[in-house]
């Protein structure tokens, strides 16, 4: 059963650059066919995607984050990284890491971290 487990401070203050870690155990994120994702959901809202990673590397963000936001891997720790910069107290979410297996056009998550609480709050 691949596992993932999101690891990062729960409290961030405004303007600051938001760090977290998604660690994947029984799965490789070289894997092709699969993409490695960041999700939140603030309070009273539904899920908001906020980028990805592919198994080969390349990212892509969500436009309305995507100046602020850097997606990165490291495949010896079977690791990626979500940095989101300049926060503000809008920021504040649960933020889930996923993986996403690509089907032609399509595709589907089929493992989920069980997500780590953000706030942003001076």
């Known amino acids: 059963q691949v596992q993932l487990q999101e690891s990062g401070p729960g409290l961030v203050k405004p303007s600051q650059t938001l760090s977290l870690t998604c660690t994947v155990s029984?799965?490789?994120?070289?894997?092709?066919?699969?993409?490695w994702s960041w999700i939140r959901q603030p309070p009273g809202k539904g899920l908001e995607w906020v980028g990805a990673?592919?198994?080969?590397?390349?990212?892509d963000h969500n436009a309305s984050l995507k100046s602020r936001t850097s997606i990165s891997r490291d495949t010896s720790k079977m690791q990626f990284t979500l940095q989101l910069s300049s926060v503000t107290p809008e920021d504040t979410a649960v933020y889930y890491c996923?993986?996403?297996?690509?089907?032609?056009?399509?595709?589907?998550?089929?493992?989920w971290g069980q997500g780590t609480q953000v706030t942003v709050s001076s």
């Open positions: 029984v799965a490789s994120i070289t894997t092709s066919s699969y993409h």
């Open positions: 990673i592919t198994s080969s590397g390349t990212t």
């Open positions: 996923a993986r996403r297996h690509e089907i032609g056009a399509g595709g589907f998550y089929d493992n």
